[in-house]
Protein backbone atom coordinates (compact mmCIF):
# COMPACT_ATOMS: atom_id res chain seq x y z
CA UNK A 1 0.00 0.00 0.00
CA UNK A 2 2.84 2.25 0.66
CA UNK A 3 2.66 5.43 2.59
CA UNK A 4 -0.87 6.99 2.71
CA UNK A 5 -1.28 10.69 1.55
CA UNK A 6 -1.86 12.04 4.62
CA UNK A 7 0.08 10.27 8.20
CA UNK A 8 1.84 11.29 11.23
CA UNK A 9 5.79 11.02 11.60
CA UNK A 10 7.27 11.82 14.66
CA UNK A 11 3.91 13.43 16.03
CA UNK A 12 4.11 15.30 12.63
CA UNK A 13 1.14 15.45 10.62
CA UNK A 14 2.42 15.27 6.74
CA UNK A 15 0.54 15.96 3.59
CA UNK A 16 2.62 13.78 1.31
CA UNK A 17 5.89 15.08 1.60
CA UNK A 18 5.43 18.57 3.12
CA UNK A 19 4.59 19.20 7.07
CA UNK A 20 1.18 20.99 7.25
CA UNK A 21 2.53 23.15 10.24
CA UNK A 22 5.36 24.39 8.44
CA UNK A 23 3.13 25.33 5.21
CA UNK A 24 1.17 27.52 7.48
CA UNK A 25 3.88 29.35 8.61
CA UNK A 26 5.63 29.54 5.40
CA UNK A 27 3.08 31.26 4.10
CA UNK A 28 3.30 35.09 3.81
CA UNK A 29 1.04 38.13 5.66
CA UNK A 30 -0.77 39.70 3.02
CA UNK A 31 -2.65 42.79 3.39
CA UNK A 32 -5.72 43.80 1.61
CA UNK A 33 -6.84 47.57 1.26
CA UNK A 34 -10.22 47.74 1.05
CA UNK A 35 -12.05 51.17 -0.65
CA UNK A 36 -14.28 52.28 1.79
CA UNK A 37 -15.91 56.25 1.02
CA UNK A 38 -13.11 57.08 -1.46
CA UNK A 39 -10.21 55.98 0.99
CA UNK A 40 -8.50 52.54 2.30
CA UNK A 41 -9.29 50.71 5.07
CA UNK A 42 -6.48 47.90 5.57
CA UNK A 43 -6.91 44.58 6.81
CA UNK A 44 -4.86 41.52 7.44
CA UNK A 45 -5.25 38.55 5.26
CA UNK A 46 -5.44 35.27 7.31
CA UNK A 47 -3.58 32.90 6.18
CA UNK A 48 -5.49 30.26 7.26
CA UNK A 49 -8.21 28.54 7.16
CA UNK A 50 -7.54 26.87 3.55
CA UNK A 51 -8.45 23.35 2.14
CA UNK A 52 -5.15 21.18 1.11
CA UNK A 53 -5.25 18.90 -1.19
CA UNK A 54 -2.82 15.17 -1.95
CA UNK A 55 -2.16 14.75 -6.16
CA UNK A 56 -1.29 11.37 -4.90
CA UNK A 57 -4.72 10.75 -3.03
CA UNK A 58 -5.99 11.70 -6.50
CA UNK A 59 -4.01 8.97 -8.14
CA UNK A 60 -4.51 6.20 -5.50
CA UNK A 61 -8.01 6.41 -5.58
CA UNK A 62 -8.61 6.43 -9.58
CA UNK A 63 -6.15 3.61 -9.92
CA UNK A 64 -8.04 1.53 -7.17
CA UNK A 65 -10.70 2.25 -9.72
CA UNK A 66 -9.19 1.24 -12.93
CA UNK A 67 -7.43 -2.03 -11.16
CA UNK A 68 -10.83 -3.09 -10.06
CA UNK A 69 -12.26 -3.22 -13.76
CA UNK A 70 -9.50 -4.98 -14.97
CA UNK A 71 -9.64 -7.78 -12.26
CA UNK A 72 -13.66 -8.20 -12.72
CA UNK A 73 -12.93 -8.59 -16.52
CA UNK A 74 -15.59 -4.99 -16.71
CA UNK A 75 -16.49 -3.08 -20.00
CA UNK A 76 -16.52 0.19 -17.99
CA UNK A 77 -15.68 3.74 -17.60
CA UNK A 78 -14.99 6.19 -14.78
CA UNK A 79 -16.61 8.98 -14.66
CA UNK A 80 -16.77 11.94 -12.25
CA UNK A 81 -19.54 13.80 -10.48
CA UNK A 82 -18.60 17.30 -10.55
CA UNK A 83 -20.83 18.33 -7.95
CA UNK A 84 -18.67 16.64 -5.28
CA UNK A 85 -15.34 19.07 -6.15
CA UNK A 86 -16.01 21.47 -9.06
CA UNK A 87 -12.14 23.04 -8.64
CA UNK A 88 -10.80 23.81 -12.29
CA UNK A 89 -7.45 22.21 -11.57
CA UNK A 90 -9.12 18.90 -10.13
CA UNK A 91 -11.10 17.94 -12.76
CA UNK A 92 -8.34 18.62 -14.88
CA UNK A 93 -6.11 16.69 -12.90
CA UNK A 94 -8.47 13.70 -13.32
CA UNK A 95 -8.92 13.83 -16.57
CA UNK A 96 -4.87 13.60 -16.66
CA UNK A 97 -5.42 10.15 -14.38
CA UNK A 98 -7.95 8.30 -16.90
CA UNK A 99 -11.50 9.25 -15.81
CA UNK A 100 -13.61 9.35 -19.02
CA UNK A 101 -16.49 11.37 -18.09
CA UNK A 102 -18.29 13.61 -16.49
CA UNK A 103 -21.67 13.82 -14.79
CA UNK A 104 -22.94 17.41 -14.43
CA UNK A 105 -25.99 19.17 -12.66
CA UNK A 106 -26.22 22.56 -13.65
CA UNK A 107 -24.99 24.58 -17.20
CA UNK A 108 -22.22 26.39 -15.77
CA UNK A 109 -20.65 22.62 -14.43
CA UNK A 110 -20.76 21.86 -18.15
CA UNK A 111 -19.09 24.91 -19.00
CA UNK A 112 -16.45 24.03 -16.56
CA UNK A 113 -16.10 20.11 -18.02
CA UNK A 114 -15.65 22.13 -21.74
CA UNK A 115 -13.28 24.57 -20.25
CA UNK A 116 -10.86 21.69 -18.84
CA UNK A 117 -11.04 20.27 -22.45
CA UNK A 118 -13.71 17.12 -21.99
CA UNK A 119 -15.43 16.19 -24.89
CA UNK A 120 -18.76 17.14 -25.32
CA UNK A 121 -20.33 13.42 -25.84
CA UNK A 122 -18.02 12.62 -22.86
CA UNK A 123 -20.46 15.28 -20.38
CA UNK A 124 -23.86 13.89 -18.98
CA UNK A 125 -26.07 16.72 -18.08
CA UNK A 126 -28.09 14.93 -15.48
CA UNK A 127 -31.03 16.29 -13.53
CA UNK A 128 -34.74 16.83 -12.35
CA UNK A 129 -35.08 20.74 -12.91
CA UNK A 130 -33.14 21.10 -16.02
CA UNK A 131 -33.70 25.25 -17.42
CA UNK A 132 -34.85 26.02 -20.81
CA UNK A 133 -30.95 27.27 -21.66
CA UNK A 134 -29.13 24.80 -20.10
CA UNK A 135 -30.96 22.11 -22.29
CA UNK A 136 -30.15 24.62 -25.08
CA UNK A 137 -26.66 24.73 -24.07
CA UNK A 138 -26.44 20.54 -23.98
CA UNK A 139 -28.26 20.08 -27.20
CA UNK A 140 -26.11 22.63 -29.62
CA UNK A 141 -23.17 21.06 -28.08
CA UNK A 142 -23.87 17.58 -28.11
CA UNK A 143 -24.12 16.92 -24.57
CA UNK A 144 -25.86 13.84 -23.16
CA UNK A 145 -29.06 14.61 -21.44
CA UNK A 146 -30.66 12.40 -18.63
CA UNK A 147 -34.34 11.94 -18.82
CA UNK A 148 -35.61 12.79 -15.22
CA UNK A 149 -39.53 12.48 -15.52
CA UNK A 150 -42.53 12.79 -18.06
CA UNK A 151 -42.14 16.56 -18.06
CA UNK A 152 -38.36 16.44 -18.68
CA UNK A 153 -39.14 14.52 -21.72
CA UNK A 154 -41.54 17.07 -22.97
CA UNK A 155 -39.24 20.04 -22.61
CA UNK A 156 -36.81 18.09 -24.32
CA UNK A 157 -38.87 17.35 -27.24
CA UNK A 158 -40.28 20.80 -27.92
CA UNK A 159 -36.80 22.50 -27.78
CA UNK A 160 -34.83 19.70 -29.79
CA UNK A 161 -38.17 19.98 -31.95
CA UNK A 162 -37.83 23.38 -32.29
CA UNK A 163 -34.68 25.01 -31.99
CA UNK A 164 -32.64 22.18 -33.05
CA UNK A 165 -34.50 20.07 -35.60
CA UNK A 166 -31.72 18.22 -37.28
CA UNK A 167 -29.12 17.77 -35.10
CA UNK A 168 -29.14 14.50 -32.88
CA UNK A 169 -29.89 14.45 -29.07
CA UNK A 170 -29.06 11.76 -27.22
CA UNK A 171 -30.52 10.38 -23.98
CA UNK A 172 -30.37 8.28 -20.73
CA UNK A 173 -32.99 7.50 -19.25
CA UNK A 174 -32.87 7.94 -15.05
CA UNK A 175 -35.03 5.60 -13.93
CA UNK A 176 -35.75 4.79 -10.26
CA UNK A 177 -35.18 1.00 -9.31
CA UNK A 178 -38.24 -1.12 -7.70
CA UNK A 179 -37.99 -1.54 -3.53
CA UNK A 180 -35.94 -3.98 -2.92
CA UNK A 181 -34.30 -5.48 0.42
CA UNK A 182 -30.78 -4.31 0.47
CA UNK A 183 -30.14 -1.41 2.77
CA UNK A 184 -29.68 1.65 1.69
CA UNK A 185 -28.72 3.17 5.40
CA UNK A 186 -28.00 6.71 4.06
CA UNK A 187 -28.73 9.97 5.37
CA UNK A 188 -32.37 10.81 3.87
CA UNK A 189 -30.65 13.82 2.30
CA UNK A 190 -28.55 11.86 0.02
CA UNK A 191 -30.97 9.77 -0.87
CA UNK A 192 -32.03 9.15 -4.51
CA UNK A 193 -34.12 5.91 -4.72
CA UNK A 194 -37.71 5.17 -4.44
CA UNK A 195 -39.85 8.13 -3.51
CA UNK A 196 -36.62 10.78 -3.97
CA UNK A 197 -37.26 13.87 -6.53
CA UNK A 198 -34.84 12.27 -8.86
CA UNK A 199 -35.60 9.49 -11.83
CA UNK A 200 -38.85 8.61 -13.16
CA UNK A 201 -40.98 5.50 -11.96
CA UNK A 202 -40.68 2.68 -14.25
CA UNK A 203 -44.64 2.68 -15.03
CA UNK A 204 -43.48 5.94 -16.68
CA UNK A 205 -41.66 4.36 -19.31
CA UNK A 206 -44.56 3.61 -21.60
CA UNK A 207 -45.07 7.51 -21.66
CA UNK A 208 -41.97 9.10 -21.71
CA UNK A 209 -40.82 6.76 -24.48
CA UNK A 210 -43.74 7.15 -26.50
CA UNK A 211 -42.96 11.18 -25.70
CA UNK A 212 -39.16 11.12 -27.01
CA UNK A 213 -40.07 8.91 -29.79
CA UNK A 214 -42.26 12.03 -31.47
CA UNK A 215 -38.71 12.91 -32.64
CA UNK A 216 -36.51 10.80 -34.93
CA UNK A 217 -33.39 12.87 -33.56
CA UNK A 218 -34.02 12.19 -29.94
CA UNK A 219 -32.20 8.59 -29.43
CA UNK A 220 -31.64 6.56 -26.18
CA UNK A 221 -28.47 6.16 -25.69
CA UNK A 222 -28.29 4.32 -22.06
CA UNK A 223 -29.70 3.94 -18.45
CA UNK A 224 -29.13 5.69 -15.73
CA UNK A 225 -29.78 4.60 -11.80
CA UNK A 226 -28.27 6.12 -8.94
CA UNK A 227 -29.58 4.95 -5.44
CA UNK A 228 -27.54 7.70 -2.96
CA UNK A 229 -24.54 8.50 -1.30
CA UNK A 230 -22.19 6.92 1.30
CA UNK A 231 -23.52 3.36 0.32
CA UNK A 232 -21.09 0.59 1.78
CA UNK A 233 -23.05 -2.08 0.81
CA UNK A 234 -21.91 -4.31 -2.75
CA UNK A 235 -25.27 -5.70 -2.33
CA UNK A 236 -26.47 -2.32 -3.65
CA UNK A 237 -24.39 -2.64 -6.51
CA UNK A 238 -25.47 -6.12 -7.47
CA UNK A 239 -29.20 -5.43 -7.12
CA UNK A 240 -28.76 -2.03 -9.50
CA UNK A 241 -26.48 -3.96 -12.38
CA UNK A 242 -29.15 -6.93 -12.50
CA UNK A 243 -31.50 -3.73 -12.57
CA UNK A 244 -30.18 -1.92 -15.46
CA UNK A 245 -29.21 -5.21 -17.17
CA UNK A 246 -32.95 -6.78 -17.12
CA UNK A 247 -34.64 -2.91 -18.48
CA UNK A 248 -31.43 -3.21 -21.38
CA UNK A 249 -32.86 -6.49 -22.32
CA UNK A 250 -36.88 -5.03 -21.76
CA UNK A 251 -35.80 -2.17 -24.14
CA UNK A 252 -33.75 -4.22 -26.89
CA UNK A 253 -37.46 -6.34 -27.11
CA UNK A 254 -39.10 -3.13 -28.17
CA UNK A 255 -35.90 -1.47 -30.74
CA UNK A 256 -33.98 0.34 -28.28
CA UNK A 257 -30.63 -0.45 -28.56
CA UNK A 258 -28.94 0.94 -25.65
CA UNK A 259 -24.84 1.37 -25.58
CA UNK A 260 -24.39 2.99 -21.63
CA UNK A 261 -25.56 1.42 -18.38
CA UNK A 262 -24.68 4.00 -15.46
CA UNK A 263 -24.88 2.44 -12.60
CA UNK A 264 -24.49 5.86 -10.70
CA UNK A 265 -21.53 6.16 -8.02
CA UNK A 266 -22.15 7.00 -3.89
CA UNK A 267 -19.56 4.47 -2.90
CA UNK A 268 -18.52 5.01 0.59
CA UNK A 269 -15.12 6.73 1.65
CA UNK A 270 -13.74 3.74 2.73
CA UNK A 271 -14.82 1.51 0.00
CA UNK A 272 -12.18 1.75 -1.76
CA UNK A 273 -13.45 1.23 -5.50
CA UNK A 274 -13.75 -2.71 -5.13
CA UNK A 275 -16.07 -4.14 -7.10
CA UNK A 276 -18.60 -7.03 -5.82
CA UNK A 277 -18.13 -9.90 -7.98
CA UNK A 278 -21.46 -10.71 -8.63
CA UNK A 279 -21.78 -7.29 -9.99
CA UNK A 280 -19.25 -7.50 -12.25
CA UNK A 281 -20.66 -11.77 -13.58
CA UNK A 282 -24.19 -9.55 -14.10
CA UNK A 283 -23.26 -7.19 -16.14
CA UNK A 284 -23.38 -7.63 -20.04
CA UNK A 285 -19.94 -7.47 -21.65
CA UNK A 286 -21.26 -5.81 -24.49
CA UNK A 287 -22.26 -2.84 -23.17
CA UNK A 288 -20.44 -0.17 -21.65
CA UNK A 289 -20.73 0.40 -17.97
CA UNK A 290 -20.31 3.92 -16.03
CA UNK A 291 -19.47 4.45 -12.63
CA UNK A 292 -19.67 7.92 -11.70
CA UNK A 293 -18.02 8.60 -8.11
CA UNK A 294 -17.58 11.64 -6.86
CA UNK A 295 -16.69 11.24 -2.64
CA UNK A 296 -14.82 8.05 -3.26
CA UNK A 297 -12.59 10.02 -5.55
CA UNK A 298 -11.94 12.83 -4.11
CA UNK A 299 -13.22 12.94 -0.30
CA UNK A 300 -10.14 11.92 1.53
CA UNK A 301 -7.45 13.89 -1.25
CA UNK A 302 -7.96 17.25 1.12
CA UNK A 303 -8.19 18.06 4.98
CA UNK A 304 -9.39 21.68 6.09
CA UNK A 305 -6.40 23.40 7.89
CA UNK A 306 -7.86 25.63 10.24
CA UNK A 307 -6.18 27.85 13.37
CA UNK A 308 -7.11 27.15 17.27
CA UNK A 309 -8.30 30.53 18.40
CA UNK A 310 -8.98 29.55 21.86
CA UNK A 311 -10.63 26.67 24.21
CA UNK A 312 -13.67 27.58 26.77
CA UNK A 313 -15.61 25.28 29.53
CA UNK A 314 -18.88 26.03 29.19
CA UNK A 315 -21.09 23.48 31.98
CA UNK A 316 -20.25 20.44 30.73
CA UNK A 317 -19.03 21.17 27.67
CA UNK A 318 -15.38 21.47 26.45
CA UNK A 319 -15.23 23.72 23.19
CA UNK A 320 -11.98 24.24 20.85
CA UNK A 321 -12.62 27.64 18.57
CA UNK A 322 -10.73 27.67 15.53
CA UNK A 323 -10.75 29.89 12.09
CA UNK A 324 -13.12 27.40 10.08
CA UNK A 325 -16.54 27.16 10.11
CA UNK A 326 -19.88 25.67 8.89
CA UNK A 327 -19.27 27.95 5.96
CA UNK A 328 -16.19 25.94 4.85
CA UNK A 329 -17.42 22.13 6.15
CA UNK A 330 -21.20 22.24 6.35
CA UNK A 331 -21.47 18.31 5.98
CA UNK A 332 -21.18 17.70 9.74
CA UNK A 333 -24.02 20.30 10.77
CA UNK A 334 -26.50 19.51 7.46
CA UNK A 335 -25.85 15.63 7.56
CA UNK A 336 -24.37 14.75 11.21
CA UNK A 337 -21.35 13.58 8.94
CA UNK A 338 -17.97 12.48 11.12
CA UNK A 339 -14.75 13.85 10.08
CA UNK A 340 -11.69 12.73 11.95
CA UNK A 341 -9.80 16.17 13.41
CA UNK A 342 -5.87 16.04 14.36
CA UNK A 343 -3.70 18.55 15.52
CA UNK A 344 -0.93 19.30 12.97
CA UNK A 345 1.61 18.55 15.75
CA UNK A 346 1.40 16.31 18.83
CA UNK A 347 3.10 16.61 22.33
CA UNK A 348 4.41 14.27 24.51
CA UNK A 349 3.11 13.90 27.63
CA UNK A 350 0.38 15.38 27.99
CA UNK A 351 -3.49 14.48 29.02
CA UNK A 352 -6.37 13.68 26.63
CA UNK A 353 -9.98 15.28 26.71
CA UNK A 354 -12.84 15.46 24.67
CA UNK A 355 -14.29 19.01 22.86
CA UNK A 356 -16.50 20.10 20.70
CA UNK A 357 -14.50 21.52 17.88
CA UNK A 358 -16.87 25.14 17.13
CA UNK A 359 -16.55 28.01 14.64
CA UNK A 360 -17.01 31.21 14.62
CA UNK A 361 -20.34 31.84 12.83
CA UNK A 362 -23.66 32.67 14.68
CA UNK A 363 -25.10 29.74 14.55
CA UNK A 364 -25.17 27.07 17.59
CA UNK A 365 -25.13 24.41 14.70
CA UNK A 366 -21.91 25.62 13.38
CA UNK A 367 -19.56 23.09 14.57
CA UNK A 368 -16.86 20.68 12.52
CA UNK A 369 -17.34 17.92 15.48
CA UNK A 370 -18.30 17.04 18.75
CA UNK A 371 -16.96 14.87 21.33
CA UNK A 372 -13.48 14.99 19.45
CA UNK A 373 -10.74 13.29 21.44
CA UNK A 374 -7.72 15.84 21.54
CA UNK A 375 -4.63 16.56 23.44
CA UNK A 376 -5.42 19.49 26.35
CA UNK A 377 -2.49 21.16 24.87
CA UNK A 378 -3.34 21.58 21.89
CA UNK A 379 -1.28 22.80 18.50
CA UNK A 380 -1.87 25.81 16.82
CA UNK A 381 -3.70 23.98 14.30
CA UNK A 382 -5.98 21.60 13.27
CA UNK A 383 -6.92 19.75 10.13
CA UNK A 384 -10.10 18.09 9.18
CA UNK A 385 -9.75 14.99 7.31
CA UNK A 386 -11.71 13.67 4.01
CA UNK A 387 -12.62 17.46 2.95
CA UNK A 388 -12.32 16.56 -0.62
CA UNK A 389 -15.57 16.35 -1.28
CA UNK A 390 -18.58 18.24 -0.32
CA UNK A 391 -17.07 20.93 1.43
CA UNK A 392 -15.44 23.10 -0.65
CA UNK A 393 -17.79 22.98 -3.56
CA UNK A 394 -20.75 23.33 -0.58
CA UNK A 395 -19.27 26.53 1.00
CA UNK A 396 -21.12 30.05 1.83
CA UNK A 397 -20.53 33.36 2.68
CA UNK A 398 -22.86 33.45 5.43
CA UNK A 399 -22.03 36.21 7.76
CA UNK A 400 -19.57 37.33 5.06
CA UNK A 401 -16.85 35.12 5.49
CA UNK A 402 -14.82 34.44 2.23
CA UNK A 403 -14.85 31.00 0.22
CA UNK A 404 -11.21 29.76 0.83
CA UNK A 405 -7.71 29.47 -0.70
CA UNK A 406 -7.15 25.95 -1.88
CA UNK A 407 -3.44 24.17 -2.27
CA UNK A 408 -2.33 21.22 -4.42
CA UNK A 409 0.64 19.62 -2.95
CA UNK A 410 2.67 16.88 -5.08
CA UNK A 411 5.68 15.33 -3.41
CA UNK A 412 6.95 18.35 -1.88
CA UNK A 413 6.00 20.67 -3.64
CA UNK A 414 2.61 22.52 -3.43
CA UNK A 415 1.02 25.58 -5.25
CA UNK A 416 -2.22 27.33 -5.08
CA UNK A 417 -5.43 26.20 -7.21
CA UNK A 418 -8.03 28.51 -5.83
CA UNK A 419 -7.52 32.16 -4.55
CA UNK A 420 -9.04 33.35 -1.10
CA UNK A 421 -12.46 35.23 -1.70
CA UNK A 422 -11.57 39.20 -0.63
CA UNK A 423 -14.31 41.50 0.32
CA UNK A 424 -14.49 43.06 -2.86
CA UNK A 425 -14.96 39.49 -4.37
CA UNK A 426 -18.23 38.77 -2.32
CA UNK A 427 -19.52 42.39 -2.70
CA UNK A 428 -19.30 42.80 -6.46
CA UNK A 429 -22.50 41.56 -7.51
CA UNK A 430 -24.12 44.18 -5.01
CA UNK A 431 -25.99 46.90 -7.34
CA UNK A 432 -24.92 49.60 -4.85
CA UNK A 433 -23.98 53.44 -4.84
CA UNK A 434 -21.37 54.31 -1.81
CA UNK A 435 -23.04 56.99 -0.26
CA UNK A 436 -20.05 59.34 1.19
CA UNK A 437 -22.43 61.23 3.74
CA UNK A 438 -20.56 59.57 6.68
CA UNK A 439 -16.62 60.13 5.38
CA UNK A 440 -15.71 62.42 8.04
CA UNK A 441 -16.78 60.50 10.89
CA UNK A 442 -15.70 56.95 9.15
CA UNK A 443 -12.10 58.55 9.13
CA UNK A 444 -11.70 61.26 11.27
Same mark, same amino acid.
Given at each position: ?15 E ?14 ? *?Q ?12 A ?16 R ?8 H ?8 ? @? ?6 N????L ?9 ? @? ?15 R?I?F??N ?15 L ?10 ? #???I ?14 R ?8 ? @??? *?? !??N ?5 K ?12 E???E ?11 H ?12 Y???? @?????A?L????? *? ?8 ? #???? !??G ?7 R ?22 L ?12 K ?7 S ?13 ? =?I ?20 C ?5 L ?9 L ?10 A ?13 K??? !? ?9 ? =?? =? ?10 ? !? ?9 ? *??
Amino acid at each position: MGTPPFYFQDGILFCEQVDIGELVNSLPTRI *HQIPIQGKFIQTEVATTPFFLYSKAALRNNTRSYFDAMRTHNLNGALGYA @VKANGNLNILEELKSLGVEMLIT @VSGYEILAGLKVGFLPRDIIFNGNGKQRWEIKLAIEHGILLNVDSVFDAEQ #ILEISGKEFPQKEVQVLLRVQPPPFECN @VAV *HP !YVNTSESSKFGFDTRDMNQILEILQEHEKIKVYGIHCHLGSCIYDPQVYEYIAGF @VTDLSATLAKNEI *HVKLLDIGGG #IGIN !YHGTLPEPMSRILPKTLKVLLEPGRSLVGNSAVLVTKVLGTKRSRNKNYVIVDSSMTDLIRPCLYGSFH =RIYPTKLYNFTQWGQFDVVGPVCETADFLGKNILLQRTLAKYLAVMDCGAYASSMSSNYNMRPKLEE !YLVDGSSWKSI =RN =REMFQDITATYK !YKESTSNATEI *HN
